[in-house]
Antibody, heavy 119, light 110 residues
Framework: QVQLQESGPGLVKPSETLSLTCTVSGGSISSYYWSWIRQPPGKGLEWIGY???????NYNPSLKSRVTMSEDTSKNQFSLKLSSVTAADTAVYYC?????????????WGQGTLVTVSS | QSVLTQPPSASGTPGQRVTISCSGSSSNIGRNTVIWYQQLPGTAPKLLIH???QRPSGVPDRFSGSKSGTSASLALSGLQSEDEADYYC???????????FGGGTKLTVL
């Protein structure tokens, strides 16, 4: 059974860069799309973007200028960097697996990690 | 402001049938398949329906999805107390070139 686990700092200062890593176990990150999704406290879901196992990426246009995703196949991990954060970036961040041929739905999710932006 | 529109709340009594609507546009639901997620309190979302009406293994057949034009709906029959959760619709958007979500519907079992 594929499992995903987010890790990274729970507190980030305004204007700094948020960095999270998702470790995948029970399966390889090859042959799938891997996404990040976030959820501000008490609000709905927002898709941040995906990275394909080939390394190609696609980001939400509203965040594109600040987002970078990467992967480390040797560690079976993929990562998210979000620069110049503000309080509006405070959210639970989820990593998730999408399909092997399409990125539109997520069948495996991490438990989520709360990142608070505050000085 | 979510790209897909859902009612903020819905409710029903045990055993009832409840439907949750999701409205989009030609660039998302009109051209692509609809997905539904269930989010129980304090947990990560769980895939409930994909490709408009397909249930992953383990999802009870009490849950069903449908799509018509630029709208979709999720139906829950034989409502149970454990169905109390937030439900989100989603779809790929060809204009935004990404996944868009509805704002979520909080289902209360009375």
């Amino acid at each position: 059974q594929v499992q995903l686990q987010e890790s990274g700092p729970g507190l980030v200062k305004p204007s700094e860069t948020l960095s999270l890593t998702c470790t995948v176990s029970g399966g390889s990150i090859s042959s799938y799309y891997w996404s990040w999704i976030r959820q501000p406290p008490g609000k709905g879901l927002e898709w941040i973007g995906y990275i394909y196992y080939t390394g190609s990426t696609n980001y939400n246009p509203s965040l594109k200028s600040r987002v970078t995703m990467s992967e480390d196949t040797s560690k079976n991990q993929f990562s998210l960097k979000l620069s110049s954060v503000t309080a509006a970036d405070t959210a639970v961040y989820y990593c998730a697996r999408a399909g092997s041929s399409s990125a539109d739905y997520f069948d495996h999710w991490g438990q989520g990690t709360l990142v608070t932006v505050s000085s | 402001q979510s790209v897909l529109t859902q009612p903020p709340s819905a409710s029903g009594t045990p055993g009832q049938r409840v439907t949750i609507s999701c409205s989009g546009s030609s660039s998302n639901i009109g051209r692509n398949t609809v997905i539904w997620y269930q989010q129980l309190p304090g947990t990560a979302p769980k895939l409930l329906i994909h490709t408009n009406n397909q249930r992953p293994s383990g999802v009870p057949d009490r849950f069903s999805g449908s799509k018509s034009g630029t709208s979709a709906s999720l139906a829950l029959s034989g409502l149970q107390s454990e169905d109390e959760a937030d439900y989100y619709c989603a779809a790929w958007d060809d204009s935004l070139k990404g996944v868009v979500f509805g704002g979520g519907t909080k289902l209360t079992v009375l």
